[in-house]
């Protein structure tokens, strides 16, 4: 319990008058010093201890697409030992300060509050910790208890419906395939159980860990790679077009794990592996989907890195960025020579210059993921 910025106001006024009325003998000014002590006392009777609830957090559900919905559910019971006066609960979420005025409530009782969490952004939204507040009605004195923990949600990037692109392997006269042919399987990331999957494949020191079960999953190293490239530099992307750059890469690689395709995700600014492993990437970050919640842009460029280290070893290429200068463009060419098919996706709603993609790259102009969706089918 604690005088409020006011409380300490009318004590330190109340101190005041009182020195000033005994020093000159007026009565009255005597008096009024009292009143305000004794309203502060009032004050500290009405507030008296901090509320004892305890709390129970759910979000619901832990994970979902940006934009779509997702709330919190708070429980907050009272002690059963006695009733509880009004208090105010001052909820965090992501830092930001959330309140909400509760009843009084019976020993024992309990009540629940649920509100929508802000998924426009990609990330983890976490809620709590929480303030229990219980405050006089002058505005005096504030009683209030912390009460740890905390649930969150995971906001992912949106995944669109694609097909997945050729392999660029010629199998006839009629062009590229989707069709791969059988071969040896071999690690390519960890991803959560689901039933169905092969119980020898569950890597148990991971799935002790983190409390769920984890299993390796394996691919076929015969299948062609797919490598997508996201441009994180801010010197290509606006904040904006990012998230729409998020989400084709988060479909493109979808759509290559549902038709069982080796996949790669790199980023321009060198944030892909330790020590610039560019192969042993994926294995160590973690999932795609991972990746591509966490990623934000940055003023790091490691577009030459990339160019001197990457060798497409017959793989397909997508690099999705904003849009790019001269520069840029000539250390794509270096980048995608010897990738095929290779893709320039260029996402920009105020393109300033038509897109003029390296030569053996296919320009993919766009303003959003959905104009994306629409215009995949007619460049493959």
Same mark, same amino acid.
């Given at each position: 319990m604690r005088l409020t910025a006011l409380g300490r106001a009318v004590v330190a006024a109340s101190a005041a008058l009182l020195v000033a009325g005994i020093a000159l003998g007026l009565t009255p000014v005597i008096a009024l010093a009292y009143s305000g002590f004794a309203i502060v006392g009032l004050a500290v009777t009405a507030v008296v201890e901090s509320p004892a609830i305890s709390v129970r957090r759910a979000a619901s559900p832990p994970e979902v697409e940006r934009s779509a919905p997702a709330a919190v559910t708070l429980t907050l019971r009272a002690s059963p030992r006695r009733k509880q006066r009004r208090f105010t609960v001052i909820e965090s979420v992501n =830092?930001?300060?959330? %309140? !909400?005025?509760?009843? %009084? *409530? %019976?020993p024992g009782e309990e009540t629940s509050i649920v509100y929508e969490l802000d998924t426009s952004r990609r990330g983890t939204v976490t809620a709590g910790p929480m303030l229990l #507040?219980? *405050?006089?009605?002058?505005? *005096?004195v504030i009683a209030e208890r912390k009460v740890s923990g905390s649930c969150s949600v995971a906001v992912r990037p949106r995944r669109h419906h694609l097909r997945m692109l050729p392999t660029g392997r010629q199998r006839d006269l009629e062009g590229p395939t989707r069709e791969v042919s059988e071969g040896s399987a071999s690690f390519h990331q960890l991803r959560e159980y689901v039933p169905g999957d092969d119980l020898r494949h569950i890597h148990w020191r991971t799935s002790a860990r983190t409390g769920t079960l984890v299993v390796k999953q394996l691919v076929d190293t015969t299948k062609p790679e797919i490598v997508v490239i996201v441009d994180n530099r801010r010197s290509a992307v606006t904040e904006t077009d990012f998230e729409e750059v998020v989400e084709i890469a988060a479909s493109v690689l979808h759509a290559a794990d549902q038709d069982g395709f080796p996949s790669q995700l790199l980023f321009a600014d060198g944030s892909q592996g330790a020590d610039g492993d560019l192969d042993s990437a994926d294995? !160590? !970050? =973690?999932?795609h989907l991972d990746r591509l919640t966490d990623v934000r842009t940055t003023e790091s460029d490691s577009m030459l890195e990339l160019a001197e280290a990457l060798r497409a070893r017959g793989r397909s290429l997508v690099f999705i960025t904003g849009e790019l200068g001269a520069p840029d463009l000539t250390l794509l060419a270096r980048i995608a020579s010897g990738f095929s098919p290779a893709y320039l996706v260029s996402v920009? #709603?105020?393109?300033r210059v038509p897109l003029v993609a390296p030569p053996g790259v296919v320009a993919v102009p766009v303003a959003s993921a959905r104009e994306f969706v629409a215009a995949w089918p007619a460049v493959r």
């Open positions: =830092g930001e300060r959330r %309140a !909400a005025a509760m009843p %009084a *409530l %019976a #507040r219980r *405050l006089d009605p002058f505005g *005096l294995a !160590a !970050a =973690g999932s920009t #709603r105020e393109r």
